[in-house]
C-alpha cells in the first residue's frame, strides 16, 4: 500500500471538512470496482455488508466500506450504528471501514463519498462498498456513484406495488432477498424476480440471490454475481462512463454547495419579503449569476487553462 | 432536551468545520449499554457524530477502529472493575499508533482512588454515576475543539 490506513483515515475527516486533498484518479485504480448496497431500514444491509468484506477480504482484495447514516436535520448530530452489526476484526485481512454521516445529503449518501473513493482507489483498496443511508426509493445517488449496485430487500417491506414505483428499483444490478427463513420469503422472491426481469441493461439480467445473512447463507454467491458483474461493466462501455460519473458528482456537489454558502439568498428571500422584488425577479437574478459563472468558465477554457 | 446554552457542534455554511465524532463502547465483558445509549442520543442531539460499537470489544479492536475512524475522543463506559486497566491499556495503544492527539474519557461506576489513577493515565474526563449529559456534551465539544475539529 503506497499509503497510511492513518493517513487514508485523517485525508477522509479533511475531505469531510472541505480541506484541499489532492486526489489522483489513479489509471491502476480501474481495476477498482466500488459497490453500492441500498435498500429500506432493517432489511439487513449492515449485516450483508460486513459479511460481504470479510469474504472479499479473504479472497485476498483489500476491501474499504463507507457506511453512511443519517444526520438529524434538527441539530446535525448523528448515532453511525452500522459498525454494531459488522465483524470488529477480520483476522488479518485488510479491511478499512468508516462511518459517515449524511451531513445534509439527501439523496442516501454524502457529499464526501465520490471523493473518498477515489482516495482509496490510490491508497490500493479494490474493493469498496458503499451502504447508503437505507431511506428507501429516493436513494439515487448511488446511481452515479456505483459500478455495481446491489439492492437489499426482505419479505414484508412492500407489496407488489411497491415494484411499479420508479427509484432505486430500477437500477439495481443484482437483487438480495434477505430473511429467507421469513413466512413470505418465497412470495417476495418472486416479486423481485419479475421486476428483475423488466430491468436491467442489455447484456445483464439482474439476478436475484436469497440469503440468509446472519447465517452466511447467500453471500458466497452475492460475492460470485459481483464477481460477474465486475467482468460485465469492465468489457462495456460502462467501466469509463461511471468513472466519469463519479468525477462529475463530486464537481456538481462542490458546484452546488459552494454556490449555496456564497451566493446571497437570504438577502434576496428579505427583498421579496418586502415587497422590494418580485419572486419572479429573484429566480432572474439567480439565473443571472449562474449564466455568469458559467461564461467565465467556459471563457478561462477557451484561454487554454 | 439539548442544553440551548451550549453551542451545537453543527456545520452550517456559515461556520465552516465538522462535527465532533466520538467513539462510543465498552469493552471487555461487562454486559452493560443502556448508560451508553442514554449518552450516544445526548450526544447526537448535541450536533456531534457517535460511532457506537457493540458489547464485548477487545481493547485491540477499539484503538484500531478509533483510528480507522478519525474520531476526536474515546468514550469507554464500563461498570466492571476494570476501567483502569481498560483505559490504560487504550492510551497506551492510541499513542503507539501516532494517535496521541485523541482524548479518552470514561464513564460508569468509578471509586473514588480510581479517579486520580485514570487521571495519571491521561484519561481526560471522568465521569461517575449522576453526571450531567451537558456536562459530558461539553467535555466532549471541548476535546475535539482542541484536536482541531471545530472551528469556531
Known amino acids: ?305 | 432536551m439539548p442544553d440551548q446554552t451550549l453551542q451545537t457542534s453543527r456545520a452550517t455554511g456559515q461556520n465552516p468545520g465538522a462535527p465532533p465524532r466520538i467513539l462510543l463502547c465498552n469493552p471487555g465483558l461487562d454486559g452493560h449499554d443502556r448508560g451508553i445509549k442514554v449518552v450516544a442520543r445526548a450526544l447526537r442531539d448535541h450536533g456531534m457524530e457517535v460511532i457506537y460499537l457493540p458489547l464485548r470489544t477487545t481493547v485491540e479492536q477499539v484503538a484500531q477502529i478509533a483510528a480507522d475512524e478519525d474520531v476526536d475522543v474515546v468514550g469507554i463506559s464500563n461498570l466492571s472493575a476494570t476501567l483502569v486497566s481498560i483505559c490504560s491499556n487504550l492510551r497506551t495503544l492510541l499513542d503507539e499508533a501516532g494517535c496521541e492527539d485523541i482524548a479518552i474519557v470514561a464513564g460508569g461506576t468509578i471509586m473514588q482512588q480510581d479517579r486520580q489513577e485514570l487521571e495519571k493515565v491521561g484519561i481526560r474526563g471522568v465521569f461517575g454515576p449522576g453526571s450531567e449529559l451537558t456536562e459530558i456534551a461539553r467535555c466532549v465539544q471541548e476535546l475535539a475543539k482542541a484536536r482541531g475539529r471545530q472551528d469556531a
Open chain 1, 1 to 305: 500500500m503506497p499509503e497510511t490506513r492513518q493517513s487514508v483515515a485523517r485525508k477522509i475527516s479533511a475531505l469531510e471538512k472541505g480541506q484541499v486533498v489532492p486526489l489522483h484518479s489513479d489509471p491502476s485504480g480501474r481495476k477498482t470496482q466500488v459497490i453500492g448496497v441500498s435498500g429500506p431500514p432493517g432489511v439487513g444491509k449492515s449485516v450483508i455488508v460486513g459479511k460481504l468484506a470479510k469474504h472479499l477480504s479473504m479472497a485476498g482484495s483489500p476491501v474499504a466500506v463507507l457506511a453512511i447514516d443519517p444526520s438529524s436535520p434538527l441539530t446535525g448530530g448523528a448515532v453511525l450504528g452500522d459498525r454494531v452489526r459488522m465483524p470488529l476484526s477480520f483476522e488479518g485481512a485488510d479491511v478499512f471501514i468508516r462511518s459517515v454521516a449524511s451531513r445534509g445529503a439527501l439523496g442516501g449518501l454524502s457529499e464526501v463519498v465520490p471523493s473518498a473513493i477515489i482516495l482509496l482507489e490510490s491508497a490500493g483498496y479494490r474493493k469498496i462498498i458503499v451502504e447508503t443511508v437505507g431511506v428507501g426509493q429516493s436513494e439515487t445517488d448511488i446511481a452515479n456513484t456505483a459500478d455495481t449496485i446491489v439492492l437489499v430487500q426482505s419479505p414484508g417491506t412492500g407489496d407488489d406495488t411497491q415494484g411499479l414505483k420508479a427509484g432505486v428499483l430500477e437500477i439495481a444490478d443484482i437483487y438480495v432477498v434477505n430473511k429467507m427463513d421469513h413466512p413470505e420469503a418465497e412470495r417476495t422472491c418472486r416479486t423481485m424476480t419479475e421486476i428483475a426481469d423488466a430491468s436491467g441493461q442489455s447484456g445483464w439480467t439482474p439476478p436475484v440471490v436469497s440469503a440468509v445473512a446472519t447465517e452466511n447463507k447467500g453471500i458466497e454467491e452475492l460475492a460470485d454475481r459481483i464477481t460477474a458483474h465486475a467482468d460485465f461493466v469492465s468489457g462495456s462501455d460502462l467501466n469509463g462512463l461511471k468513472r466519469r460519473k463519479r468525477t462529475e458528482s463530486i464537481l456538481a456537489w462542490r458546484a452546488a454547495s459552494a454556490f449555496r454558502n456564497r451566493f446571497p439568498f437570504g438577502d434576496l428571500a428579505r427583498q421579496v419579503d418586502a415587497d422590494r422584488l418580485s419572486v419572479s425577479d429573484a429566480l432572474a437574478q439567480v439565473d443571472a449569476a449562474v449564466a455568469s459563472v458559467v461564461k467565465n468558465t467556459h471563457h478561462c477554457s477557451r484561454a487554454g487553462g
